[in-house]
């Protein structure tokens, strides 16, 4: 089960807790004040090896990065 971390909006506090995935959205009480807390919104970094970066950028980054796509980047997605 994993854990996930909320803080209380109320007084702040902020606490962790199992939570099975499927409840994950449901409301959790402070452990503090039993007021509503909010689950924080952790970046997970993705887990990259070695390279995987490097690779990543040339990918992407270097070939315009600002892919949405208005034909900067060699995507392929042609406007014509
Ligand atoms: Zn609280």
């Known amino acids: 089960m994993p854990i996930y971390e909320y803080r209380c909006q109320a007084c702040l506090h902020e606490f962790e807790m199992l939570r099975p995935m499927d409840r994950v959205n449901d409301d959790v009480l402070c452990l503090r004040c039993k007021g509503r807390a909010l689950r924080r919104l952790s970046v997970i970094a993705p887990?990259?090896?070695?390279?995987?970066?490097?690779?990543?950028?040339?990918?992407?980054?270097?070939?315009?990065?600002?892919?949405?796509?208005?034909?900067?980047?060699?995507c392929g997605a042609s406007l014509n």
Request: negative net charge; aromatic residues 0%.
């Open 47 to 74: 887990v990259l090896h070695g390279g995987a970066i490097g690779s990543l950028a040339e990918a992407g980054m270097e070939r315009g990065g600002a892919c949405g796509c208005g034909g900067a980047c060699s």
